[in-house]
């Protein structure tokens, strides 16, 4: 089973620290994404990498940057945590080979800035 | 571009009644189309994808959709809602070069008793 962790289920942090979101996939798959959630607009791409060190701004990039040094590891970094940065982050996996490949789910980071 | 649009964010049935979860796409490109269930406090999981093999897509846990290109729809349904289908349903649109996937904004579907 592919499998999609992330490095905590809540985080709590206070406005202007910078805070690092970590994402592991273990299927060897090119593709890696940060949404975050919120309620009644449903998931927003932040950021997605179609391999290592090659990354593209999603549609709400804004206060966010990513890193992916190595293809299993996607992160997402807030540089300085605002308080409209409080949502749920869900990263992704997928991989490349084959046509209808869909998105790894992991569990989701639930990060509260106040 | 693509999107996708889920009409009610909030559908509730009665256990042993259809579900009907509706989406509609807009794609520049023959689109590929999934549907993502979300249990509480869990990411998401795929339900079922529509791949143009054929039209009626069947998924896990009973569910099954149709893709309708005239009325560039994905339908979900399954004929008889469990308590255990309470979760949160996302349709999902794919730009097929990028593999990027734009998604409907949800819809909750509760399961009355």
């Known amino acids: 089973d592919v499998k999609v962790t992330q490095s905590s289920r809540y985080l709590v942090k206070r406005t202007g620290e910078k805070v690092f979101l970590e994402c592991v996939q273990d299927?060897?798959?090119?593709?890696m994404f940060w949404y975050r959630q919120d309620p009644g607009l449903g998931l927003r791409l932040i950021y997605f990498?179609?391999?290592?060190?090659?990354?593209e701004k999603g549609d709400i990039p804004e206060g966010y940057s990513v890193s992916r040094e190595k293809k299993e590891r996607f992160s997402l970094i807030l540089e300085s945590a605002s308080t409209n940065q409080t949502s749920m982050y869900l990263c992704?996996?997928?991989?490349?080979?084959?046509?209808?490949?869909?998105?790894?789910f992991g569990p989701g980071t639930r990060l509260t800035v106040l | 571009a693509q999107s996708v649009t889920q009409l009610g964010s909030h559908v509730s049935v009665s256990e042993g009644a259809l579900v009907l979860l509706r989406c509609n796409y807009s794609?520049?490109?023959?689109?590929?189309l999934f549907w993502y269930v979300q249990y509480p406090n869990q990411g998401l999981q795929l339900l079922l994808k529509?791949?143009?093999?054929?039209?009626l897509v069947k998924g896990i846990n009973g569910f099954e959709a149709e893709f309708k290109k005239s009325e560039t729809s994905f339908h979900l349904t399954k004929p008889s809602a469990h308590m255990s289908d309470a979760a949160e349903y996302f349709c999902?649109?794919?730009?097929?070069?990028?593999?990027?996937?734009?998604f409907g904004d949800g819809t909750t579907l509760t399961v009355k008793p």
């Open positions: 990498s179609y391999d290592v060190k090659m990354k």
């Open positions: 992704a996996s997928r991989s490349t080979s084959g046509r209808y490949n869909e998105q790894f």
């Open positions: 529509y791949t143009s093999a054929a039209t």
């Open positions: 794609s520049s490109v023959p689109p590929y």
């Open positions: 299927m060897d798959h090119e593709n």
């Open positions: 999902a649109v794919v730009n097929t070069n990028a593999g990027k996937s734009t």
